[in-house]
């Protein structure tokens, strides 16, 4: 039989079987993916991956969800927190917004338990998951800076001789528990918190694509790697250009909107973050139509960026060659 132990308000309830010899930090259950922010939520307990358009060829995704621009009053006073635009009104992401970290571990862990029962087992112990300091929980208020689901990776060196998956918990790791020592510096990528529990549809029918695990004070979590993130030299977050086609009004209800990106995954152009313009189409010219975007020189199917210059803030997406 199970058994439930109660936690904080944020994390979730404990889930043990008959007791066991533990290695390493507790192992305290799974997070209660009801306290995440709403973009990291599933629709109806199911996440459903998004068909986009690049270079005539379709791009399936899962949305993150989206970060408006920001808005001020005639008075300069901020009325919500976006993403800040530049003097050409194009909004960009400072990298010193991204405030979460997560932990990879360089030099990998001692094998354990060979074989992952799901059934009766709560984690492998064939690989190290790595850990997270922060939970993108949900917030209140239009001037609360926007939950993102980009972290600052640090990678741990020293602890390969430490069973897999035996570290569970941030604390533990820096106040010296397992030794080693972080790395110098830090990378940026996209990783999303998702709810362990929910159904998570393939990107395609043949995808391999799936979730990951990772531990969060000892609990378990499951994310959504969507890759590095570079920074450029301004210190901010490289980002594609997308485009967001919305049917004219009074279309029939078949016409659907259709996300364009001007890279596809596994391209050296394509990112996570997703500069969004946005744009309606025409009764002569559907939104279905569309097949990618291109700047000046132009195929009938394809929609010329340097039309559009209606933005809408920043969008987050993780697709997959797998």
């Known amino acids: 039989m199970k058994c439930v132990l109660g936690l904080a308000a944020a994390l979730s309830v404990a889930a043990c079987g008959e007791s066991t010899e533990e290695v390493g930090d507790k192992y305290q259950g799974v997070i209660d993916a009801s306290t995440l922010d709403s973009k990291f939520r599933p629709t109806s307990g199911v996440y459903r991956p998004v068909t986009g358009k690049a270079k005539g060829a379709s791009v399936p995704f899962y949305n993150l969800g989206q970060v408006a621009t920001e808005r001020k009053d005639d008075k300069g006073v901020l009325t919500n927190s976006g993403v800040p ?36 087992d709560d984690y492998p112990e064939t690989v190290q998951w790595p850990l997270f300091a922060n939970l993108p929980l949900s917030v209140t208020g239009n001037t609360t800076p926007p939950v993102l689901p980009l972290v600052k990776v640090k990678r741990w060196a020293g602890t390969g001789a430490e069973q897999c998956n035996a570290i569970k918990d941030v604390a533990s790791l820096t106040k010296g528990t397992f030794g080693g020592a972080a790395e110098d510096g830090d990378t940026i990528a996209l990783r999303a918190v998702i709810d362990v529990s929910a159904q998570l549809n393939p990107l395609r029918a043949d995808s391999a694509f799936t979730s990951q695990g990772g531990w969060y004070r000892g ?86 960026l340097t039309t559009v210059t209606r933005y809408a803030g920043v969008l987050f997406v993780v697709g997959s060659t797998l």
């Open 85 to 120: 635009v530049d003097e050409s009104g194009r909004p960009y992401l400072p990298a010193s917004r991204v405030v979460a970290t997560s932990y990879d571990f360089t030099d990998g862990c001692k094998t354990g338990k060979p074989d992952f029962d799901f059934r009766n």
């Open 219 to 304: 609990l378990q979590l499951a994310y959504l790697e969507g890759g590095a993130v570079p920074v450029d030299e301004a210190g901010n977050v490289k980002v594609m250009e997308g485009v967001l086609v919305s049917p004219p009004t009074g279309a029939p209800a078949t016409e659907t909107a259709v996300y364009l990106f001007s890279a596809l995954p596994g391209e050296a152009d394509w990112s996570p973050v997703v500069r969004l313009r946005t744009f309606t189409a025409t009764t002569a010219k559907p939104a279905s139509s569309y097949t990618g975007l291109c700047v000046d020189v132009c195929a009938e199917t394809e929609l010329n």
